[in-house]
Nanobody
Framework: QLQLVESGGGLVQSGGSLRLSCAASGFSLDYYAIAWFRQAPGKEREGVSCNSHSGGSTNYADSVKGRFTISRDNAKNTVYLQMNSLKPEDTAVYYC??????????????????WGEGTLVTVSS
């Protein structure tokens, strides 16, 4: 079964940290661009970060630059999102996704092949 499963969400105080994990099964992340998206209550989904491939390009939303770090461990077939200095406005359901790595729009939600179910991150003030 081809799937992505997120974990690591939870409740954290403002200024705290969390690390989200996204484990792939049924396919290898080596061949895919990876991305994290989030959707806050009442808001549209937005891109948080993406990586084209190991050693390749990485992008971050302006709102998380300097605070969040995307990484991947191909041996574990897992991607991570390290989130530091969390703010209440980071509260959202976070989704990981995987898509084609050989496109210039590799961060676009529209081209993602696989999606996780999401994990909730709540940051209290």
């Amino acid at each position: 079964q081809l799937q992505l499963v997120e974990s690591g969400g939870g409740l954290v105080q403002s200024g705290g940290s969390l690390r989200l994990s996204c484990a792939a099964s049924g396919f290898s992340l080596d061949y895919y661009a990876i991305a994290w998206f989030r959707q806050a209550p009442g808001k549209e989904r937005e891109g948080v970060s993406c990586n084209s491939h190991s050693g390749g390009s990485t992008n971050y939303a302006d709102s998380v630059k300097g605070r969040f770090t995307i990484s991947r461990d191909n041996a574990k077939n897992t991607v991570y999102l390290q989130m530091n200095s969390l703010k209440p406005e980071d509260t959202a359901v976070y989704y990981c996704a995987a898509g084609p790595r050989d496109r210039s729009d590799y961060c676009s939600a529209d081209i993602m092949h696989y999606w996780g179910e999401g994990t909730l991150v709540t940051v209290s003030s």
